[in-house]
């Protein structure tokens, strides 16, 4: 298999992300593997082909993670054609580039759609993802499993929903890494408008009632084509635990992973979203859950198998591998 990474820019890729261990997965396993930037593509004025200056991801024997992304980007770029690739991955953060590069925030989604349409293998898929990279996506999903929420850019509409629901989180509706995200503690909260102003400035809010047991954090769980992501019968989940004051679970804020056992209730939001995201192409997701509801879905470039791999000594990474040469093999 042919494959590349599209990724924001390969110089600030990082060895602990998941996309190292992707790469490092394909690489291990004998496939031709490439990272590729987003401002690294071209389109030939004459032949009409997708080009790009790539750098070569190869795995040797004593390579540790860190070795091997050192290697990867020590290496000259060289010039391949995208379209002669059997898969593309997508694993681009739109929301990283909004801010410094709004040219590059949209161009892996449309970089993908049109090497789809030329027959390559690209996930998620492009047609779906730029839908779900929103926080509206997870609106299209069963009420039973969703927070009752609303989207706005009205400071009084939110007001008039904490009136009504009382305890809440608000976020951008565009957003990751827990940035700008506050709890209301209910009506005639002392900060509400500053919380709203700085949520505001990223664009549309989502306000989201408060589900019991969030103070404990939340749980991530890895779908992939919607079935839960297992490795010799383990599944791929862990609970993200909050540290100190801030009631934000995510890693990047400062949150622990601990290992999580997976229940019914996991198993029937997994029951509930699953058919839905295989037929939107979502082949990897990371859905954040708290009780017996979804809170969020990471559709774009979902993060976290470092904790698996540390919690539980197994690499996932290789089983999405596995299930990306089916997907671009259907019949081996």
């Not at 290496?75 to 379209?83: C, F, G, K, L, N």
């Not at 990279?133 to 009084?156: A, G």
């Not at 996991?266 to 192409?281: F, Q, S, T």
């Not at 997701?285 to 698996?308: H, L, M, T």
């Amino acid at each position: 298999m042919r494959l590349a990474f599209l990724v924001n820019d390969v110089d600030t890729e990082v060895d602990e992300y998941t996309t190292t261990r992707l790469a490092r997965a394909a690489a291990r396993g004998g496939h031709e593997t490439w990272y590729v930037g987003v401002g690294d593509l071209e389109r030939g004025s004459s032949d009409g082909l997708f080009s790009a200056m790539a750098r070569a991801a190869r795995w040797k024997s004593d390579d540790t993670l860190a070795s091997f992304m050192e290697g990867i980007k020590a290496r000259d770029a060289e010039r391949i054609v995208m379209d002669d690739l059997d898969a593309l991955v997508l694993r681009n953060e739109s929301i990283d580039d909004l801010q410094d590069r709004p040219w590059a925030s949209p161009m892996g989604v449309v970089f993908g759609q049109m090497l789809a349409d030329r027959g390559v293998t690209v996930v998620n898929d492009p047609n779906a993802l730029h839908r779900a990279t929103s926080k509206l996506y997870l609106e299209e999903f069963p009420e039973k499993v969703r927070p009752r929420s609303l989207v706005t850019r009205d400071p009084e509409a939110i007001e008039r929903f904490v009136d009504e629901v009382g305890h809440c989180v608000v976020k951008p509706l565009y957003g990751a890494k827990g940035r700008n995200v506050f709890m209301i503690e209910g009506p005639g909260e002392t900060n509400l408008a500053q919380m709203t102003e700085a949520v505001l400035q990223d664009g549309y809010a989502i306000i989201q009632e408060f589900i019991d047991g969030a103070k404990d954090g939340d749980a991530r769980i890895f779908l992939l084509e919607g079935r839960i992501l297992e490795c010799d019968g383990r599944p791929a989940a862990f609970r993200r635990v909050p540290t100190g004051n801030d009631p934000r679970a995510n890693i990047s804020t400062g949150g622990r992973s601990v290992p999580l056992e997976v229940g019914e209730a996991e198993l029937g939001i997994v029951e509930a979203v699953g058919d839905k995201l295989v037929a939107d192409g979502m082949f990897l997701v990371g859905i954040d859950v708290i009780g017996s509801q979804v809170v969020e879905i990471n559709a774009e470039s979902p993060g976290g198998f470092q904790s698996i791999e540390r919690l539980y000594d197994i690499d996932i990474a290789e089983t999405v591998i596995e299930a990306l040469e089916r997907r671009v093999s259907p019949g081996s």
